[in-house]
């Protein structure tokens, strides 16, 4: 599943479609909206002009004059793709397309259907049932060491991986991410957060940006089905520490991966390093 770095780098790689009219909307029948009817998001896009890409945790947003914003989360398999003209053939799994005026075209594919196309109507998305779930973007902010810390103690049961995880707290981190910057921070997934100091949660949110940036640097993780809109891979698994590791030592040498399960999820992680 795309996390906060795959999602950044698609935003980006978009950044060329702001000032562009959208001509026409079309949606398929399977097409995954979710809180709004297909109706309003042609009526609320068709003939408009999109006027920025923005970004919350693993949410793109595609917001026009009027300030309406195509919200997209792009599930597990979910791709945006970048046409300059109308291809020949769109892909098979094609479940919205954005036509323009100048004749390119956005796509939307998702062969498992588990991405979420919806409506936002206002500036920061508390009309949007998605994104006003969410706690602050972990890099856009704002959130303050104080303000993470007494998120975190209103969560005192959780262990840190399902921390890490939780939207709610801080809006970026998927499996990925969290296994690598709990690592960063050398923290054991398995700790209880009533157990943690408040110390080593602001590390666990230094440590968290910092993997969060090192993934855009690096493109995001390209392990399946991750392309950015222009159709370029990531190279941010060269640089995984833990994550995918099982058996092996960590990438920078310290000590031993190990897999366990938590939450359904596997999480990978090193004993020797983390505590």
């Known amino acids: 599943m795309p996390e ?5 780098s698609i935003r980006r790689s978009l950044k060329l479609l702001e000032g562009r009219t959208i001509r026409d909307v079309i949606l398929s029948p399977l097409a995954p909206v979710e809180t709004t009817r297909p109706a309003a998001i ?32 792009l599930g597990m398999s979910g791709r945006l793709r970048f046409f300059e003209a109308e291809p020949p053939h769109y892909p098979k799994h094609t479940h919205l397309r954005l036509h323009f005026s100048d004749a390119s075209v956005l796509v939307f594919e998702d062969a498992r259907r588990f991405g979420t196309l919806s409506l936002s109507q206002k500036p920061g998305g508390g009309d949007n049932a998605f994104l006003s779930r969410l706690g602050p973007d972990y890099l856009e902010g704002p959130l303050s060491d104080e303000e993470f810390i007494a998120r975190c103690r209103r969560h005192n049961g959780l262990n840190l991986k399902a921390l890490a995880l939780h939207q709610g707290i801080g809006a970026g981190l998927g499996n990925i991410y969290a296994c690598e910057a709990l690592y960063r921070a050398a923290l054991d997934p398995r700790r209880g957060v009533g157990r943690t ?17 090192l993934g855009i640097r690096h493109g995001g993780s390209s392990l399946r089905d991750y392309f950015d809109g222009l159709g370029n891979r990531g190279v ?13 030592s960590t990438l920078d040498g310290r000590g031993m991966v190990r897999r366990i399960v938590q939450q359904s999820r596997s999480t990978w992680f090193c004993p020797q390093v983390q505590r």
């Open 42 to 73: 042609r009526r609320s896009l068709a003939d408009s002009t999109l006027t920025a890409l923005e970004r919350h945790g693993k949410y793109l947003l595609l917001r026009n004059q009027a300030g309406s914003a195509l919200v997209l989360h």
């Open 236 to 248: 941010m698994k060269d640089f995984l520490q833990v994550y995918g590791r099982e058996g092996q």
């Open 4 to 8: 906060l770095p795959e999602v950044e």
């Open 197 to 213: 100091s408040d110390v080593k949660l602001a590390e666990l949110l230094k440590a968290a940006r910092e993997t969060l940036r």
